[in-house]
Every structure is written in structure tokens, then in C-alpha cells.
């Protein structure tokens, strides 16, 4: 240990900084989780909380380093810190009892690290207010405090390690998990979801995968899967805008169905798949959808027209008279 400190004395100077328990740290007691995907390498970090905005305090990432989940009398220098010291090598066992050793609070902490290969720590400090507890896994670490009952750590790791599908569905299976558990004993309030690429592609904007918040709600977590849909959607828009620009509009109006069938209620997405149509030459596939838009909302009439002169929308003036009269 000894040798581990004087190691990231050279290397980060005045990194880690003593730091004394204060009254005035938030008290976001709570329950997490940070997970690994073991076959995209994909990093994430979630939780909730009876606490305002709690994935403003709780939760921290980077591509290509690891998450960070600090809880409980949170300290927020742990994200920050941890990351950095993962960064420069150090295992996310070594980070976290390097920042321990010289946290005079660490007996009212609760942390979570998961570094880039999927090796994970996790303490929870003895005054952590009952019931508190943590449960690690291959590529993953679970953790609760101020929880009504002492089942929610292994119901939460039951889940993630046998529910099947992407890493957000994951996760979020291990937060409703924690819920049916009964959860916080003070209630529920706010949640969150990041997740970060596992090897980063050098473009900052291009490395985050998802990072959704529910600031203040009485279900946190039936919002977060809500906006988790709606990302999936728009993940399915933004690639069909990609195709689009691309000219590649056969590719584009599937995508924008892909999206469109998981957000049916949503104008645009209704929008720019018949706009695609458009560009197929289909217009009688695209005319009832248009009718319907445009009757709700003229302005995408509008709209229509001046796709034309930025070559989104590729169409005759007599088609387009046509469109136009709908």
C-alpha cells in the first residue's frame, strides 16, 4: 500500500488531498450499480435515490477508463480522483484504497469502481447507515444503503446476471430489482443512466453512449425506461439522418421505421419516414401518413417544401404540387 501511494505521488501531483467528513456532504443514501458489457467492453454506471438530482452527484465515467458510483455521505472528489488514477494505470482496487487512505469520512462512504477491463471494487464504509451492503460480480458490483431491507444487493445482482440483453436493459432490470425490494426506506425521487465506450474513438461527443437523467419524479424509474425508449428511437433517427445525408434514402426509410415503431406517437419520426417514402417514389404509401401530420400540424407542410432546396427531399415540381395539396 505503502508503495502504491508513493507511486501516484510522482504521477499525479497532489491528486489526492485529505479529506474530512463534513456536514454539509450530500446525503445521498441509495442504491447502484457498475457494469461492464463483456462483449462490447460498453461502461455503466446507474442509480437512484430519494434525492434531488442524484446522477449529478452519484455517477462518473470515461471511455476507455471505467465508472465511478460514490454514495452514502457522498464525497464527489471519488469520481474525478478515481478516474484519473485508472487512467494512469492503476487497478480499480488500487485507485479506491488509495483515495480511502486518505478520506478521514471513508467509515461514512459507500463506493463503487469498475475499470476498463472489468475488475471492480467496492466499500462500504461501518457507519453506513443500515441496511447497507454490496454484492460484486464478473464485470459488475452492486450497492445499497438506507435501505428498508437487506435483500436488495442480491436481488439486485440476481438480475443483472440473469437478465438477457443489451447493457442498459441490464442494468436497468438491477434497478427495478432494488425497487421491488422496497428500495430506499425514505421513498424514491431521482435515477440516472451513463454509459461510456469501452474503447474510446478520440472524439469526446462520439464516446458517450447514453447519459439520461430523471431529476425529480415520483417514479424514477418508470420515467428512466421511458426515456430509455425514446433513446433507443432517436439512436435509430440519427443514423437514419446519416443515411439521409448520405443519399442512401432506401436505408434511411428503414431506419426511420425502426424508430417509428418504437415511438409511434411521435410526429417526426412519422414525419421523416414518409418523407423517405417520398424519395422511394411511393408517394401512395407516404400520402395517408402526410394527410395525418399535416392536418395535426401545418407547419410541416412547411416544411416539406424547403427540404427540396437542401436536397433532402428529391421530388418534381409536379410531385411536390401534389404533396402540397394534401
Known sequence: ??????????IIPNIIQAQAYKKSEPLTHTYSIVARDSVT???GVAVQSHWFSVGSVVSYGKAGVGVVATQSLVNPSYGPKGLALMEQGLSAQQSLEALLANDKGEMYRQVAFLD???????HTGNLCIDEAGHRQGKNFSVQANMMLNNTVWDAMADAFENTKGTLSERILASLKAAENEKGDIRGKQSASILIVKGQPTGNNWEDTIMDLRVEDHENPL?????????????DFMNKGDLAMEEGNSKEAEQLYLEAQNLFP???EMQYWYAINLLNNDEFDKAKPILQSIFKEDPNWKTLTSRLVKSKLLVITEKDLAKVMKL
Open 1 to 10: 500500500m505503502k508503495n502504491i501511494l508513493i507511486f501516484i505521488g510522482f
Open 41 to 43: 467492453g460498453d461502461l
Open 116 to 122: 476498463v477491463s472489468g475488475s471492480v471494487a467496492t
Open 222 to 234: 418508470e420515467e428512466l425506461d421511458r426515456l430509455m425508449q425514446i433513446h433507443k428511437a432517436y
Open 265 to 267: 406517437e411521435n410526429l
